[in-house]
């Protein structure tokens, strides 16, 4: 079970990240970094391995697809560090691994895969045909690149993220220079283990190599997603502030533009089916805000000076007063005029501004928040039911 963690992980992230690999080259690395680590980590518990393996039918390849999305995930990472630093320095050169040696060294893979006996299905390919040269060259191969691309990387993380003013990106890449280095120390010791068993030397026993092997690739790995992650963090928390917003001034939004469709951009979705829509959060919540003040102002034709003052003495006579006593008033005459309106009946003539409202989005959200609090309220329900509207108007599911 725990095996499958890292991959479920992975394949997360490699989701998550999908629809932002098309807008830059460096996210597009970064993407594909994700996806050859997720390929690996999935076919490395012993199960899925063991049932790739039969079904192909070919003794160990469950091993090569592992290896292989290890090298394209160490070329991607390297790849998208050196783009992050030479787009954010202005042009700073650095030096890595061509592109070139990542397809070398998986294309010399595959020969000497094929080219070693394998009459029986292994536990550790690398260790228990290490006897063999072919798969001992191979052995050498797959952690002498991986070490070689995790030290460029390391070594441009911590060039470029001990810049001043980088933030969060630069915090994230010292992140990722630390998983690599946990990488780099994963690829000498599978180097080491193979090359002493090669020789006839086990100095540790087998389980122990695996438990120490499987210790440092999960850090690492664990490390690479942190950095990575780490500068989207302000986005996420932005996106996840608009998204409560947006669905928190829903059943306002759908009550007041159900007597005003005309405001709407786009047909009504349902509460279930909102909640459900996680894309373009911002765009649709600074919209939304629109489409509920353009309401507003529609239903301002419905609400009287005299339908407005009856709407204040109601609230005062509660016991509120000051901002909160105008929010409710306000909330008040919206519910009688969302009424007025939907029985068709003759606007007054007599537009008035609304009372309440912010000077930027942030607090136009949280002004519409109180608003809508208030016009699902007891007490805005009392008034309403005097104008025959419905009791707290809920949009449907």
């Given at each position: 079970?725990?095996?499958?963690?890292?991959?479920?992980?992975l394949?997360?992230?490699?989701?998550?990240?999908?629809?932002?690999?098309?807008?830059s080259?460096a996210?597009?690395?970064l993407w594909?970094?994700?996806?050859?680590?997720?390929?690996a980590?999935t076919?490395?518990?012993?199960?899925?391995?063991?049932?790739?393996?039969?079904?192909?039918p070919?003794n160990?390849v469950?091993?090569?697809?592992?290896?292989?999305?290890?090298?394209a995930?160490?070329?991607a990472?390297?790849t998208?560090?050196?783009?992050?630093s030479?787009e954010?320095t202005?042009?700073l050169r650095?030096?890595?691994l061509?592109?070139?040696?990542?397809?070398a060294a998986g294309?010399?893979?595959?020969?000497?895969?094929?080219?070693?006996p394998?009459?029986?299905?292994?536990?550790?390919?690398?260790?228990?045909?290490?006897?063999?040269?072919?798969?001992a060259?191979?052995g050498v191969i797959?952690?002498?690149y991986?070490?070689a691309?995790l030290?460029?990387?390391?070594?441009?993380?911590?060039?470029?993220?001990?810049?001043?003013g980088?933030?969060l990106l630069?915090r994230?890449?010292?992140?990722i220079g630390v998983?690599t280095?946990?990488g780099?120390?994963?690829?000498?010791?599978?180097?080491?283990s193979i090359l002493?068993r090669?020789f006839?030397?086990?100095p540790i026993?087998?389980?122990?190599?695996?438990?120490?092997?499987?210790?440092?690739?999960?850090?690492?790995?664990v490390?690479?997603v942190?950095?990575?992650?780490?500068?989207?963090?302000?986005?996420?928390?932005q996106?996840?502030?608009d998204?409560?917003?947006?669905?928190?001034?829903?059943?306002?939004?759908?009550?007041?533009t159900?007597?005003?469709?005309?405001?709407?951009?786009?047909?009504?979705?349902g509460?279930?089916?909102?909640?459900?829509?996680l894309?373009d959060?911002?765009?649709r919540?600074?919209?939304?805000?629109?489409?509920?003040?353009d309401?507003?102002?529609?239903?301002?034709d419905?609400a009287?000076p005299?339908?407005?003052?009856?709407?204040?003495?109601?609230?005062?006579a509660?016991?509120?007063?000051?901002?909160?006593a105008?929010?409710?008033?306000?909330a008040?005459?919206?519910?009688?005029?969302r009424a007025?309106?939907l029985?068709?009946?003759?606007?007054?003539g007599?537009?008035l501004?609304p009372?309440?409202g912010?000077r930027?989005?942030?607090?136009?959200i949280?002004a519409?928040?109180?608003?809508s609090?208030?016009?699902?309220?007891p007490?805005?329900?009392?008034?309403?039911?005097?104008?025959d509207?419905p009791?707290r108007?809920?949009?449907?599911?």
């Amino acid at each position: 079970m725990l095996d499958a963690v890292p991959a479920a992980l992975l394949w997360a992230v490699a989701v998550w990240r999908a629809p932002s690999a098309r807008q830059s080259p460096a996210k597009r690395s970064l993407w594909i970094a994700f996806v050859a680590l997720a390929v690996a980590m999935t076919v490395r518990p012993v199960a899925i391995a063991s049932s790739l393996d039969q079904a192909l039918p070919l003794n160990n390849v469950s091993f090569l697809i592992k290896h292989l999305g290890g090298i394209a995930a160490a070329a991607a990472v390297v790849t998208f560090v050196h783009q992050m630093s030479e787009e954010k320095t202005g042009g700073l050169r650095t030096k890595r691994l061509p592109i070139t040696v990542a397809f070398a060294a998986g294309l010399s893979m595959v020969v000497l895969f094929f080219a070693t006996p394998q009459p029986f299905e292994a536990s550790d390919l690398l260790i228990e045909y290490a006897d063999d040269w072919r798969m001992a060259l191979y052995g050498v191969i797959w952690p002498g690149y991986l070490g070689a691309a995790l030290f460029t990387g390391t070594r441009l993380c911590w060039q470029w993220g001990r810049h001043r003013g980088t933030g969060l990106l630069g915090r994230g890449l010292r992140y990722i220079g630390v998983g690599t280095a946990v990488g780099m120390v994963y690829a000498a010791h599978r180097t080491v283990s193979i090359l002493l068993r090669h020789f006839g030397h086990q100095p540790i026993s087998h389980p122990l190599n695996e438990k120490i092997s499987t210790a440092l690739l999960f850090s690492s790995v664990v490390l690479i997603v942190i950095g990575s992650t780490l500068p989207a963090l302000r986005r996420l928390r932005q996106w996840w502030q608009d998204y409560r917003n947006l669905i928190a001034l829903y059943p306002l939004w759908f009550s007041l533009t159900e007597a005003v469709p005309a405001v709407r951009l786009d047909p009504p979705r349902g509460r279930r089916q909102e909640r459900f829509v996680l894309s373009d959060a911002h765009s649709r919540l600074y919209r939304r805000t629109i489409e509920v003040r353009d309401a507003i102002l529609t239903l301002g034709d419905h609400a009287s000076p005299a339908l407005r003052d009856r709407a204040r003495a109601h609230v005062v006579a509660s016991g509120l007063m000051g901002a909160q006593a105008d929010v409710a008033a306000e909330a008040c005459w919206l519910r009688a005029a969302r009424a007025s309106r939907l029985r068709h009946d003759t606007a007054s003539g007599e537009p008035l501004p609304p009372t309440s409202g912010g000077r930027d989005l942030a607090s136009e959200i949280q002004a519409l928040r109180q608003l809508s609090a208030a016009y699902h309220a007891p007490l805005a329900d009392t008034f309403a039911a005097q104008y025959d509207s419905p009791v707290r108007p809920e949009p449907p599911a």
